[in-house]
Each structure stands twice: as C-alpha cells, then as structure tokens.
C-alpha cells in the first residue's frame, strides 16, 4: 500500500516512515500543504518572509538576508522591532488582553493565571524598575531564577528597554553564575531567596551572594520573595525586593525600545554536555521570527490553545518554547515549577488532565522516565484533550517513541522529534505534522528551508544509510550570531570544519552524528566524540544504545568504550529497567542477543552494568563521558554540569573503579 506521501507502507520499518498524521488532525493543522517543501526550496531565502510575518515590526527590514559578512549574517536588516511589544502589547490591541498569557502550576499546587493584560502590567512596572536602577539598553541583566513566573516576567522586561537578558538555570552553582556574570560583564542579577525542593525550602540567595564575593564588578540585585516565612532573608546594599518595586512603580509603563533586528535579544549557555559551556548570542528579530513561526508549523500552536512545553526556561528549550515562541503566537503556556514524580508520577498528567491541554512538549529523558514507572500513572487521568506530542534533547529509541504516542497519546497524536541546539535558536530537523509520515527513531526531513546535509570528511553528502557528520549548507534565520565576546572561537567551533573561505562557500557543523534514509529522513545518532572503534569498527554509540532499548523491560541505556589491558577496545553497557523487571540474567541474555541480531557479534558488550540511573547533565542528558572515565577507572572530568552526581559513585563501586 502506498500512502499519499508516495512511500510504500508495506515497507520495512527501518526503511521507511510507518505512521500517518491522522486526518482529524491534518484537518485542523497549521500548515498541511505539502508543496511547502518544494516552495521553500525555490523560494530561499525570501521563503523566510512566512516566518518575518508572523511578527510586528515598528520598521520593515530592506533585504531578508545579508551575507556579505558571512558567517556573521544578518537576517531581515535593518527591520526594527521589540520582542515585548511582539509577545505583549500587540496580543491587547487585537482584543485578547482577558485571554490567559501563562497558567503557572507551583511546587506546592499553587496556581496562578496571568492573562495577556496582567502580563503586560507586570513586565511594564518591572522594565520601569530596572531601567530607574540604572540598566541602560545593552546592558546584560543576568536572571537566576527558578520556574516562578517572574522569571519570564524579567526576561520580558528587559526585552522592553533593550537589555538582553543572560538567563542562568537555577540549580547551577554559585561558582557557574559567577563563571557567567564574570564573562558578559554583567552588573545586574534578579534572583529570589529560595525555593521548595520536596517540599524543603532550599536557598538560593545564598548562593547569588557567593557569587558576587567572586565578581570583581559591583553587582545591583533584585530579589523575589519566592518564600516568605519559610526563609526569611535580608537585603543589603544595592538589593531591592522585587515586591517592593513594583508597588514604587505600580501603574507605570515603558515604551519598548526600538530594537534592530540584529541586536541581541539574549545570552544563552550550552548544557555542558560534551565539554565547557559555550555563551551563545541570538538576535531579535530572526530568532523571534524562527521560534514563532515553528512554534506555528511544527508544534502547531493555535492562540486558542493551551500549550504546555515542560522543560526549564534555564535552558534554550524554555527560551524558544515556553516564552517566546508561544507568546509571540499569542497563546496560553503553561509553566511547571515542579518534577514529574512530586508528589506523585502522574503529576504531569493531571496538570494536563486539569488545563485540557493541547499540544505537550518534553524530552526523552523525561518519556524513559514515564516508561519505567509504567503506564498506570497517566491512566489514571484523561488525557483526551492532546492533541500532538513532541520531543527535544536528546535521541529517542523507538520504543519509548511509541510508547509516548500510545499512553500519552492515546495512540493518535502525531509525535514531533524535533532535532536542534541552543546555537540553531529553534527547530531545524523535524517532521511537519500537517504533512509528513512519522518514524520512531528519526526526527525526519529537514524544515522547509533547512539545507541540512550529511556529509564525510570531505563534507561530500554520504549515501543513504552511511554515518556523517550533520551540517548546515545554508543560514536560516534563528542561528546564533556568535559566541559572547568571542567571534573567533565562534568560527573555530561551528565553520571551520566544513567551509571554504576562500571560495566564500560557508557551512554550519552541529558536532553530531547522523544518516539519512531513501526519504531523506534524518536519524540524529549523539555527538561526534560518541564513537567506539572495536577491532577497526566504528560503531555509533547511539546504535548499541536503541539494540539495547530496544528490549523490553529496559528504560534507557548508554554504551562506552574502555580500553583493555591488550590495547583493544570493548564495550561496556550501562542499563536501567524498568518498573517490575530485574537485573537478572535472562534480561542480560535479551540485550546481548538483540545487540547480536540489530548489529552484529562486533558489538556484544563486555559488560552489561545495571543502574538505577545514568549520570545526567542538568538538562537532562546522559553524560557518557563520565561513564567512559568510569569504565576506564580514570580519573572524573569536569563533573559542574551533573544532576545526580551520587549515581557515579555508586556505579564505579559496582563495577570496581573505584579505587
Ligand atoms: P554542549 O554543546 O555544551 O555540549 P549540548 O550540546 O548538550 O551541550 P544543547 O544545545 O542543549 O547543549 O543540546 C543540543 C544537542 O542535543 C544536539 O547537538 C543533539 O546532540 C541533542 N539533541 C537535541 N534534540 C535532539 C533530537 N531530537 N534528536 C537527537 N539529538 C538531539
Ligand atoms: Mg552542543
């Protein structure tokens, strides 16, 4: 049977895409015109206009793109335009200042609603404070706040008067604030005094204070009452209780600057996951332009829903996701304060149940998570009013990929693995739901004017079903700018690899693996470095890891390489079950023959480790280098960026590494 698509649905599922959006649901999509691939491709780079008008400008740009200084490009030069005004000002004059902006869901079950007016009342009163306290435009504001809605609320605010904002995720050290101020030469900081974690209330000023100790500037402060009683604190020089501001500035407004399209919206760091965190730069209008309009194609927002992406704005998922893109879109966002287990795991599901949520955003860490606790939880809940599913972060097997489409899904929504970095600013490899068939495993086709390409070392496209590098042949409007400060390293990092100066031929390098199928679907395999030669095979990590997944009863797994005593490299497997299935022998007999029948005997690890978690970055993502200093008995890297560094400890003492 050939589907509309033109692909043979008969066909082998690691060949071809195996489920169609259903027709209820291309109906009512966004954008269920297939051409939209043919017409981007003839069309770039004006095809990016689409995007360009979904927002306001106060100022038309003159050309959509500039590459004269490539790879410094410059998207829709000289438009003018302000990103608060764009998330706020327009949704009031179009009528839907009652409309609710973002549905807040506590740690404690508190709920606030703030509709679009309230939101606008709020970020105006709190841009007037900063700008009396002295930040000028330019001036980087960093923001070290936990999921409370002042946290959006400054990053609005200081996208009004023009200040980008460096957002510094709450749970980081105060050693990676001051890491991070020190580099942007920032000399604001909005934090609160604490935060309940289980129920506990956990200080945060107290860290903000260690660091300013290290910051050589003076640094003026704004500080949330998050806690009141629970965690009385007090203010010292140059500290003002953000309550206390906005009744000094209660009522006032502030004209949103007038920012050209080229300047910096907001300073965002990498996760750390394969090394040292890198300070990207994005612009305003491209990148505000690129999140709307994928937040529109791709995870199908429509104002009247509500939308609910559960990550952290600490990271670029929230930025894009759960502020700008949704907001710019003019819809209702929901924000989660909380953990997926608290106070029990089917939290999610009746925060959603609750709020009829539309469209659920979240990443694979968090679905393996759901699998291993098992599908009761979200049973117990109606989950009816879903509409599509997504995924970001990290590459999902195929298993939890169906699994997320059946129990949270009701095995009709679409699912989106949308593929992308803090330095793509928004989506780049994803299916369109409206449009293309799905494949548990592959994020899928490049979006419309996407120039995605799989190269080799030669940066020569690979054949279908050949491992290369994932590049990016042609700029799109929501790419980073540069590195902070650091234009150079900016080149090195992401250019150099794969351009020819010389022949001003320039191309973006990801540092990930991937392949392309005969559709020109895209299987994202992890980063370069996350290979193992065994006896003169390279074998991706990713690979052995969905053999692996692939079992039932395991929820995730990571492989690495250790070199044994004889010089050769083996493998060694990390696994985690799931609920009801032991480490036992027979479920180690399971992964080994999978791993034997998927690849081949090459890959058959040396060891098979049963853990009740892998070492995950604060994002959320596995770390296999650590794993791989494990296995290896070396001494640990850089271990700032780890989440449970408890787990590491007690991995190398089952294995014997540790000392
Ligand atoms: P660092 O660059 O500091 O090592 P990081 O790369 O983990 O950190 P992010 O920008 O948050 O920081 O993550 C982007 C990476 O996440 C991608 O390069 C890719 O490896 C992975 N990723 C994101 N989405 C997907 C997806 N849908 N499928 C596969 N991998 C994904
Ligand atoms: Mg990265």
Redesign the pocket.
């Known amino acids: 049977m050939v589907d509309r698509n033109g692909w043979d649905r008969d066909a082998s599922e690691s060949t071809g895409p195996t489920y169609t959006p259903p027709e209820s649901f291309v109906e009512q999509a966004n954008v269920a015109d297939p051409g939209i691939h043919d017409e981007f491709g003839a069309e770039w780079p004006d095809c990016w206009e689409r995007a360009a008008a979904l927002l306001s400008w106060e100022e038309a740009y003159d050309t959509v793109l500039e590459d004269e200084d490539a790879p410094f490009y410059r998207w829709f030069a000289n438009g003018r335009l302000n990103a608060s005004y764009n998330c706020l000002d327009r949704h009031l004059e179009s009528g839907r200042k009652n409309h609710a902006a973002i549905r807040w869901e506590g740690k404690q079950g508190e709920r606030r609603t703030y509709t679009y007016r309230d939101l606008y009342v709020e970020v105006n009163e709190f841009a007037a404070a900063l700008r009396e306290r002295g930040v000028e435009e330019d001036d980087v504001v960093t923001i070290y706040l936990p999921m409370i809605p002042e946290l959006p609320i400054a990053m609005l605010a200081c996208a009004r008067i023009g200040a980008p904002h460096s957002v510094v995720f709450a749970g980081l050290s105060a050693d990676a604030l001051a890491t991070r101020m020190d580099a942007a030469d920032s000399e604001y900081l909005v934090t609160c005094d604490g935060y309940y974690r289980r129920g506990d209330a956990f200080n945060q000023k107290s860290k903000a204070d260690n660091a300013r100790i290290d910051l050589e500037q003076d640094v003026r402060t704004v500080v949330v009452d998050r806690l009141g009683d629970d965690l009385p604190h007090v203010l010292g020089e140059n500290e003002w209780d953000y309550h206390a501001l906005r009744e000094e500035f209660a009522g006032e407004t502030v004209e949103p600057v007038s920012r050209d399209a080229e300047d910096m919206l907001f300073l965002m760091y ?9 300070g990207v730069v994005h612009s305003t209008g491209g990148y505000l332009a690129h999140v709307a309009w994928t937040s529109h194609a791709v995870l199908d927002v429509k104002p009247a829903d509500t939308y609910w992406c559960a990550a952290d704005i600490g ?2 998922t929230g930025h894009s996701y759960i502020v700008y893109g949704p907001l710019a879109l003019g819809t209702t966002t929901v924000m989660y304060e909380g953990t997926p287990d608290y106070p029990d795991r089917d939290r999610l599901w009746e925060i959603v149940d609750r709020n009829a949520v539309d469209v659920f955003y979240t990443a694979p860490t968090a679905i393996r998570a759901f699998m291993k606790w098992g599908s009761d939880y979200p049973a117990r809940h109606d989950l009816s009013s879903l509409r599509l599913l997504g ?6 097997s195929p298993r939890p990929w169906k699994w997320y489409r059946e129990h949270i899904g009701g095995g009709e929504c679409p699912v989106v ?7 793509t600013g928004a989506v780049t490899i994803s299916t369109l739901p409206g449009i293309d068939d799905m494949k548990p495993g592959s ?1 899928g086709p490049p979006l419309p004017g996407i120039d995605a390409r799989i190269v080799d070392e030669a940066g020569e496209d690979v054949d279908a079903g050949e491992t290369g590098y994932l590049t990016i042949g042609r700029p799109w409007p929501g790419m980073a700018r540069t590195l902070y400060d650091n234009d150079e390293r900016f080149v090195a990092e992401y250019w150099q690899r794969f351009s020819d100066p010389a022949e001003d031929d320039w191309r973006y390098f ?3 693996t991937a392949r392309i199928d005969d559709h020109g679907y895209i299987t ?1 395999l ?2 370069v470095d996350d290979v193992i030669t065994v006896s003169g095979h390279r074998l991706g990590t990713m690979e052995v890891e969905h053999a692996i997944a692939d079992v039932d009863g395991v929820a995730e797994a990571a492989v690495v390489g250790r070199s044994s005593e004889t010089g050769d490299t083996e493998i060694y497997a990390y696994v985690s079950t799931e609920r009801g299935y032991e480490s036992d022998a027979a479920i180690r007999q399971a992964i080994l023959d999978n791993i034997e029948s998927a690849i081949g005997p090459i890959a058959r690890p040396a060891a098979v480790i049963f853990t009740p978690e892998l070492p995950k ?1 604060r ?1 959320g ?1 596995i770390m296999r280098r650590l794993l791989e200093d494990v296995a290896n008995g070396e001494e640990l890297g850089d271990t700032s960026a780890l989440r449970n560094p408890e787990i590491v400890g007690e991995i190398q003492a089952e294995i014997g590494t540790d000392g």
Request: hydrophobic content about 25%; cysteine-free.
């Open positions: 990498t996760s750390g996951t394969t090394g040292e965190p890198k990271w670029i995924t970001v972060g990290e590459p999902i693995d949308t593929w992308w970095q803090t330095e994020a990801s540092g990930d994202v992890g980063r970055t994002s993502k």
